[in-house]
């Protein structure tokens, strides 16, 4: 007799693992404690690209001028590069894999966000997964999220928190697998690409310096 395949939402399976995750990672522990993001990531039986997301973008949530671009632009740029060749789980350069935010820091960004985290793990849910699996649906998104993080590390003057929060939403449609909403993330990046990389001129500056770079 055939078992049918369980439903990621079914019961006893948790549907939300990257959300409730994450509130259990800023719940418990010391403070001071480091977590490493490899430790993180091996914990989670999907999503780790979502996860390690939303680990990267936490310094755009820091009001310090330059952090969010120096550390949280490249790694974005790296998840989506390595989404973008078509890995389906992220590969750690060593001395990223031992290193991860302190516990307190995790802390203070699920405070901030505790009510809107709440409603999320309540509505996001598996579905729509064409725009999730598919091989053209990850290089897509991969595509995106090197944008969205070399926009990140520009001098933009206030949009930290801006693509912080729209990078935030990419994190959780991947840990949820919710392809509702990483349509509207398709969305939403497309035209903040259009309006903030491509008017203000600065996106399409360097992306020409880099092409010289390389081919003269």
């Given at each position: 007799?055939?078992?049918?395949?369980?439903?990621?939402?079914?019961?006893?399976?948790?549907?939300?693992?990257?959300?409730?995750?994450?509130?259990?990672?800023?719940?418990?522990?010391?403070?001071?404690?480091?977590?490493?993001?490899?430790?993180?990531?091996?914990?989670?039986?999907?999503?780790?690209?979502?996860?390690?997301?939303?680990?990267?973008?936490?310094?755009?949530?820091?009001?310090?001028?330059?952090?969010?671009?120096?550390?949280s632009g490249p790694l974005v740029m790296l998840i989506g590069a390595q989404m973008l060749v078509g890995l389906r789980s992220p590969w750690l350069p060593a001395p990223i894999a031992r290193r991860g935010p302190r516990r307190r820091t995790l802390h203070r960004f699920v405070s901030?966000?505790?009510?809107?985290?709440?409603?999320?793990?309540?509505?996001?849910?598996?579905?729509?997964?064409?725009?999730?699996?598919?091989?053209?649906?990850?290089?897509?998104?991969?595509?995106?999220?090197?944008?969205?993080?070399?926009?990140?590390?520009?001098?933009?003057?206030?949009?930290?928190?801006?693509?912080?929060?729209?990078?935030?939403?990419?994190?959780?449609?991947?840990?949820?697998?919710?392809?509702?909403?990483?349509?509207?993330?398709?969305?939403?990046?497309?035209?903040?690409?259009?309006?903030?990389?491509?008017?203000?001129?600065?996106?399409?500056?360097?992306?020409?310096?880099?092409?010289?770079?390389?081919?003269?």
């Amino acid at each position: 007799m055939t078992t049918a395949p369980r439903d990621p939402g079914a019961a006893g399976v948790p549907r939300n693992e990257g959300i409730r995750t994450l509130l259990a990672m800023a719940s418990q522990g010391d403070g001071e404690q480091h977590l490493h993001i490899q430790d993180v990531l091996g914990g989670l039986a999907q999503g780790a690209f979502g996860m390690f997301l939303l680990l990267a973008i936490l310094p755009a949530f820091i009001p310090l001028p330059g952090v969010a671009g120096a550390l949280s632009g490249p790694l974005v740029m790296l998840i989506g590069a390595q989404m973008l060749v078509g890995l389906r789980s992220p590969w750690l350069p060593a001395p990223i894999a031992r290193r991860g935010p302190r516990r307190r820091t995790l802390h203070r960004f699920v405070s901030k966000l505790q009510r809107p985290l709440t409603w999320l793990d309540s509505v996001l849910k598996p579905r729509l997964a064409l725009t999730i699996e598919p091989l053209a649906a990850r290089l897509f998104t991969g595509a995106q999220l090197i944008l969205l993080g070399l926009l990140l590390s520009l001098p933009i003057p206030f949009t930290n928190y801006l693509f912080g929060f729209q990078l935030m939403l990419f994190a959780l449609a991947l840990l949820e697998r919710d392809g509702r909403l990483m349509l509207l993330n398709w969305l939403g990046g497309v035209a903040a690409i259009a309006f903030f990389g491509i008017s203000s001129g600065q996106l399409l500056t360097y992306l020409t310096r880099l092409a010289n770079d390389l081919f003269n």
